[in-house]
């Protein structure tokens, strides 16, 4: 298990990080992002979407479920799972019919099936330190990856080597 303890200081510097990230992704990547309301989760995603190449809109797909992204060098599949209660839904949802495809699939609220995701994730948890306020008025955000398999430890130190300035941005 590799882990890697990052802090953003506005939605800019969210959107940033993902997109960074997104130049250590590989077709198949799944990301998992838990967080509060508001914590960042979809600022995350709409940088990963850039990094990609992807000009869409990026918007938390809560009540489809499910936004598919293409255009750059591979497809997102950006779920929402708020709404879901069972691992029952998943199918409905269309999770499984993108996973481990073609491109990446980025899941938030879905941290209450990770059995059911298996090891073959990172797990993204956003918090926000409400009592840590940036300059412009932001709360600070710590985003923590964490891996449960050996890709996921690869991706985690891609993503640590291009923060570094050692890898693709």
Known sequence: M??????????TE???????????????DVLVLTGDLGAGKTQLTKGIARGLGIDDEVTSPTFAL???HEGGRMPLYHFDLYR???????????L?????????CVIEWGEQFADE??????DVLVTRAEDEVEAGGEPLRHIELVSHEARGDA???AVADV???QGPA
């Open 2 to 11: 590799s882990r890697l303890e990052l802090d953003s200081r506005s939605a």
């Open 14 to 28: 969210t959107q940033e990080l993902g997109r960074l990230m997104a130049g250590a992704l590989e077709p198949g």
């Open 66 to 68: 499910e936004a598919i």
């Open 84 to 94: 879901l209660h069972d691992a029952d839904e998943l199918g409905d949802a269309g």
């Open 96 to 104: 499984w019919d993108v996973l481990g495809t073609d491109g990446v």
């Open 117 to 122: 995701l298996g090891d073959e994730r990172v």
């Open 155 to 157: 991706l985690v130190a």
């Open 163 to 165: 923060l570094r300035g």
